[in-house]
Every structure is written in C-alpha cells, then in structure tokens.
C-alpha cells in the first residue's frame, strides 16, 4: 500500500503533468469507486474545471479545480494514478479516466479496486471521515516530541497499532511503522503507554527520520506502486526489517522474526528490538 512517501513522489510526478490543465472528459469504469456524490453529480462537477494544483494530506491526494471544490482521492491497497498520452495504449486495469486539454489522459488504474475518488467541498456538507480526522504527520510543526509523547502516554494500543493510526500520525502504513520502530529499537508488541522517556525520543526521531530517506529515494516498491511516469522508487534496498523475516539483522546478524498485529504482519529483530 502507498503510504507518505509513495503517495508524495505520486503528487510530484502529476504535478507537471496536469497543474493549470482542463479536464475535458470523465470515464467512470467502475462507479463504485466513487464514494460521493453521486457519479452524474461526480462527472458534472469536474469536466470543464482547470487543475489549481496537487496537494496531499497523510495518503490522501487533493486535486484542486477551478471552482473550489477538490477531488480526493485515496490509492489504498494498488491504486495508482498514471499519465498517459491519449492516443497511447490505455494502461492495465484502468478504471477512471480524466481526459486532459493538452492530449494527455490521467488514469486511476487498480488491481485490487480499494481506491476511492470523491468530489468535495460543494454546498453539501458531506466529509470524508478518515480525512477530516488526520493527525499531524511526520517532519511538520504539527508533529513535535511532546504530542507523541502525550498521545503514547494515553493509548493503551500496542505501539504498532499505535504508528498505524491515522488519527494519530497521518501518512505511516506497514513499511515505515516497521522501519521506524527498527531504527528507534522498540518491539512492536510494545504497549504504548509502557514507553521510557528515551524510547519516545528514539522513535519521535525514526518516524521522522525514515519518512524522510522514504521520500529521498522517491517511496518504496514491492510489487504495484508507481507514481505517475510509471517509475518505481527505491527505498526498497535501504530496509532494516520490512519484508525481511527470517534474514539477519543488519545490525547484529540475529534472525529477523515476524509477528501479526492486527492481522499485518510486523518484522523486528529480537535482539536488537526491546
Ligand atoms: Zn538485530
């Protein structure tokens, strides 16, 4: 799943792409990917409206039209947004096409279909849940040692379970909750609130720091992220746990050891994670 980095090197790659072009055209292949409104309004809303620009919020994408509103959209599991020319082949498992002014067509491809598209910010009231309740997310203001501190101190959820949290940290999934908790070296069936002082400092620093080398080497891909040229990151050869069980640590050579949380699986070093 595209987590912070994937979906930002996604917003960097579309922006020369599709800043300051018009939609012409909307194709729905799969009406159920539209969680609001509804597809006649969804379509209505967004042909002949000029992209302002591209922002992002945790996993979430913004897409900034003409006439205030916003499309939001959320990758998921294999979601992707591609750009395409439009006399090119169409991409695999196109479900949504944005037809552009300059001949190039914008596609939200997905395999798995979990991928959402919403139209918002109209006369209705209507908000994506998940959205509206983001927590701060790494490397801002928002996000200081204090706040973690503070919210670890209230939760009672393991630590893994914790860093997944959006509500919480906006933008971490399995790979740098992993990592992070792999740098800082606490176990990830650790309780929260059973932190030291210096283990909350230690992980403060991880989040931050693996968000950051994450966003470096343009995401990490395993097996559907790209970002919009296609292109696949490469943080994929700087893990220290991710998608590593039963590899030595590269730290001390123990075997790396994989446990499941809340139906994920998390890998740590047994040795080196406490
Ligand atoms: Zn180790």
Redesign the pocket.
């Known amino acids: 799943m595209p987590e912070l980095p994937e979906v930002e090197q996604v917003r960097r790659s579309l922006l020369p792409h599709i800043k300051n072009e018009i939609i012409c055209k909307v194709e729905v292949r799969l009406p159920r990917m539209i969680v609001h409104p509804a597809l006649a309004e969804f379509i209505a809303g967004i042909e002949g409206q000029v992209i302002r620009d591209v922002e992002r919020r945790g996993k979430y994408l913004t897409l900034l039209l003409g006439n205030g509103q916003y499309i939001l959209a959320h990758l998921r599991m294999t979601g992707a947004l591609l750009v395409c020319s439009h006399d090119g082949a169409e991409p695999p498992f196109a479900k949504i096409r944005f037809v552009l002014a300059n001949g190039k067509d914008m596609w939200f491809t997905d395999i798995r279909t979990f991928g959402t598209m919403s139209l918002c910010g109209g006369n209705d009231a209507w908000q994506d849940k998940g959205f509206a309740a983001l927590g701060p997310e790494p490397l801002t203001s928002g996000f200081t040692e204090e706040y973690l501190q503070e919210r670890l101190k209230k939760s009672h959820q393991v630590v893994k379970s914790f860093l997944l949290d959006q509500h919480k940290i906006a933008g971490l999934g399995n790979i740098y909750a992993d990592e992070a908790l792999?740098v800082a070296a606490i176990r990830p069936t650790r309780y929260s609130d059973t932190l030291t002082k210096r283990q909350v400092h230690a992980l403060y620093e991880a989040v931050n720091q693996v968000i950051a080398q994450g966003l470096r080497n343009h995401g990490t891909t395993f097996r559907n992220y790209q970002d919009a040229d296609g292109f696949m990151g490469n943080n994929k050869d700087y893990l220290l746990v991710y998608g590593r069980k039963g590899q030595?640590?590269?730290?001390?050579?123990?075997l790396?050891k994989q446990v499941r949380i809340a139906g994920r699986g998390s890998v740590y070093?047994?040795?080196?994670?406490k």
């Not at 070093?269 to 994670?273: A, F, L, R, T």
């Open positions: 792999a030595a640590c590269t730290r001390c050579g123990a790396l070093c047994p040795h080196c994670q």
